[in-house]
């Protein structure tokens, strides 16, 4: 009976202990709990502190911005309404600095014009002295030629005069684009309903918009999860298509997007994030490039030196090789200046994937049917793509001409095949198909082997046009101390 008194007395011991074991646990949850809730908050307050202070740098930054337009606007120009009955429509009007440089040529070519109509009179009287028939006016000969010699210097003068107004005009037509532009941005800006600095997916804080296509946003914006700047572009869908359209689109989206993710590259802007907002809008998170795209480049200084474009060139091959050396090999097949971004150190970065194409492990040599066509930006895209007559089989030799094109126009600032058609005209008159020899101009000068290449990469012939891989071994693009 004592054994049983004191084995009872043990199992109250240990029920006592569990139950103290259990309370402790207990407590310790709590306060693990009330740690990481107390984790949170500050996590939270950092992050909220975090966003104001961008938020209010983004705001003051909307501030100059704006300012800025205004200053501008005064010596540049501004949009003006012209109403023509009930049709309302904007035009251009140029500032005070644009209309007294125009005022100034003008003035120029109306004293040219005088000094020329002056100089034929003399010309005349020359030839008539010549035939005898001035002889009697005293006017010697020398002293016609003296004043030839007065007007060809003052048209000489004149001359000189008028390349400085024509470049210092050249700079200010430059700097209106870059007006138009940014009116144009803080326009679509103001017109967002992202606009309000929102903290999108609870994690990325939308500052503001750096520019706006066809139908994206693409806002500069803080990850407060990673800590560092990135680009949201939020992808609306036509508001027209059907519920099934628009899930089918987004799956697409996302299964190109995530393709996308996996692609890690110096020479490709990483994609680092997508997630719905919602059903009719989606957004993808890019590595921000704070430098200028080369299309902007391009329109700053259309010409670029053949050092500059050549080291551009060789990193958007870097790029394509990296592509195509992939178990599952990606056409990019929208290479444009306005997909090549800088960072803040100049490094020349591949974006958007929104058209490329996944080749099949089973597609051979010749290619993958192109099933898209009517994408893309014509002027950069080869012959083949313009096919009417059979779906084309396309491969990475189409980013080989795409490439070719972008090089040729950053050193001879106009691009090789349609430069001045619109793309409406370029399908129309066939002027890809016809385009079967590329044409240099005499001026810049350019190395044979940067034409060499060149001549390389477009290719009439798709099944002659070396690929990526064999191209990207031209000896003009690898650097080696010699
Ligand atoms: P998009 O709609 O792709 O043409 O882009 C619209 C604007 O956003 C252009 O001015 C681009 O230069 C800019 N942009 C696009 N992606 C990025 C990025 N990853 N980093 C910085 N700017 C970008």
């Not at 890690?264 to 997508?274: G, K, N, P, Y």
């Not at 993808?284 to 480049?297: H, Q, W």
């Not at 306005?338 to 974006?351: H, P, Q, R, S």
Request: proline content about 2%; charged content about 30%.
């Amino acid at each position: 009976r004592a054994k049983v008194v004191a084995l009872e007395e043990d199992l109250r011991k240990s029920r006592q202990e569990a139950s103290n074991h259990q309370n402790l646990c207990h407590q310790l949850e709590k306060e693990l709990k009330d740690l990481k809730d107390c984790e949170k908050q500050i996590m939270q307050k950092r992050s909220k502190t975090i966003s104001d202070l961008l938020m209010s740098v983004s705001k003051a930054e909307r501030q100059e911005a704006r300012m800025k337009i205004r200053q501008d606007s005064l010596r540049l120009g501004n949009v003006g309404v012209i109403r023509a009955g009930t049709i309302i429509s904007e035009t251009w009007e140029d500032g005070q600095v644009l209309k007294d440089l125009n005022a100034y040529l003008k003035q120029l070519l109306e004293t040219k014009e005088a000094v020329e109509r002056q100089r034929k009179s003399l010309k005349k009287r020359q030839s008539d002295k010549g035939d005898g028939a001035d002889t009697e006016s005293g006017v010697h000969e020398e002293d016609l030629l003296i004043q030839d010699e007065i007007y060809k210097s003052r048209l000489a003068s004149l001359k000189r005069e008028e390349e400085v107004i024509l470049r210092e005009r050249d700079r200010y037509e430059l700097e209106k684009g870059r007006l138009i532009r940014e009116m144009k941005r803080i326009r679509d800006e103001d017109g967002s309903r992202f606009n309000n600095f929102p903290i999108l997916n609870s994690r990325y804080s939308l500052l503001n918009l750096l520019g706006k296509g066809g139908f994206s946003e693409v806002y500069k914006a803080y990850d407060l999860v990673e800590h560092r700047y990135v680009a949201c572009k939020l992808h609306g869908l036509n508001a027209q298509w059907s519920e099934e359209k628009k899930q089918s689109y987004i799956r697409h989206a996302i299964r190109e997007y995530n393709i996308h993710k996996t692609l890690v590259h110096h020479h490709i802007v990483r994609l680092w994030d997508i997630f719905e907002i919602d059903q009719n809008t989606f957004c993808t998170v890019l590595e921000y490039c704070s430098g200028r795209d080369l299309d902007a480049v391009l329109k700053a200084t259309p010409v670029l030196p053949e050092k500059e474009a050549k080291i551009i060139i060789v990193q958007i091959f870097q790029g394509l090789v990296y592509l195509n050396k992939r178990a599952q090999k990606i056409i990019h097949y929208d290479l444009k200046p306005g997909n090549v971004l800088f960072d803040e150190l100049g490094v020349a970065k591949v974006t958007d994937f929104g058209l490329s194409k996944i080749m099949e492990d089973d597609v051979g040599s010749q290619g993958m049917e192109l099933t898209s066509q009517g994408a893309g930006t014509y002027w950069y895209l080869p012959p083949e793509c313009f096919e009417l007559n059979k779906t084309p089989l396309i491969s990475s030799k189409v980013d080989v001409w795409s490439a070719g094109v972008l090089f040729y126009q950053m050193l001879f600032g106009r691009r090789p095949f349609g430069h001045d058609q619109t793309q409406e005209r370029i399908l129309r008159e066939d002027t890809i198909i016809k385009a079967r020899k590329v044409e240099f101009p005499s001026r810049p000068s350019v190395s044979n082997e940067a034409k060499d290449l060149i001549r390389r990469c477009l290719t009439y012939n798709q099944a002659e046009r070396p690929d990526v891989l064999t191209i990207a071994q031209d000896p003009y693009l690898t650097y080696s101390k010699r």
